[in-house]
């Protein structure tokens, strides 16, 4: 089970918007409709910002929205605030009750 | 609350096996999946495995075939990970986390430090 493809980093400055994308294959990605996201601060436990492609859990902010086509998946922050410098992990279904995550990206805000 | 609670850091020799627990409270236990995730120091996180607390039925990262074994007590609620034949590359935080496609709450971690 390879991981997931995301860019090592992004940035942007307060109050633009960031896309982080997620590639996957054909059996991961591209077959379901389980791809989740996650934020990590430094020395914290991951959290839950959407699941399901596209659903956002109570209490995160609207700013956070997701997608997919294919076998890509993306995670977009509208409105960029310092306190969401991040890493940022998605995470897809596979298969069989298997799960696979991506290698995680560094989001820096400017 | 809802709340998944982990046992202490670990430190284990090389070859020796660690168990780590994760009490969970404030949901109905059998219902709900619970699956181990690890994230190596500056690393990424890598999933490990997960269990059925009702069934007791688990299925492992290829990866971690062989290796790795979940267990859950329902009398205490709690999901238990053991890790067999502690090589250095083991050294990680360990996390649980509650459910299947959309994982949470977590655990706060569990650090295994492997060295000898």
């Known amino acids: 089970q390879s991981a997931l493809t995301q860019p090592r980093s992004v940035s942007g400055s307060p109050g633009q918007s960031v896309t982080i994308s997620c590639t996957g294959t054909?059996?991961?990605?591209?077959?379901?409709?389980?791809v989740s996201w996650y934020q990590q601060h430094p020395g914290k436990a991951p959290k839950l910002m959407i699941y399901?492609?596209?659903k956002r859990p109570s209490g995160v902010p609207d700013r956070f929205s997701g997608s997919k086509s294919g076998n890509t998946a993306s995670l977009t922050i509208s409105g960029l605030q310092a306190e969401d410098e991040a890493d940022y992990y998605c995470?897809?279904?596979?298969?069989?009750?298997?799960?696979?995550f991506g290698g995680g990206t560094k989001l820096t805000v400017l | 609350q809802v709340q998944l609670v982990q046992s202490g850091a670990e430190v284990k020799k090389p070859g020796a096996s660690v168990k780590v627990s994760c009490k969970a409270s404030?949901?109905?236990?059998?219902?709900?999946?619970i699956q181990w995730v690890r994230q190596a120091p500056g690393q990424g996180l890598e999933w490990m495995g997960i269990?059925?607390?009702?069934?007791?039925?688990?299925t492992y990262a290829q990866k971690f075939q062989g290796r790795v074994t979940l267990t859950r007590d329902t009398s205490t609620t709690t999901v238990y990970m053991e890790l067999n034949s502690l090589r250095s590359e083991d050294t990680a935080v360990y996390y649980c986390?509650?459910?299947?496609?959309?994982?949470?709450?977590w655990g706060q971690g569990t650090l295994v430090t492997v060295s000898s």
């Open positions: 986390a509650k459910d299947l496609q959309s994982l949470d709450p």
């Open positions: 404030g949901y109905t236990f059998i219902n709900y999946f």
């Open positions: 269990i059925n607390p009702g069934s007791g039925t688990t």
């Open positions: 054909s059996s991961d990605v591209g077959a379901y409709k389980y």
């Open positions: 399901d492609v596209t």
């Open positions: 995470c897809s279904y596979a298969g069989g009750y298997t799960w696979v």
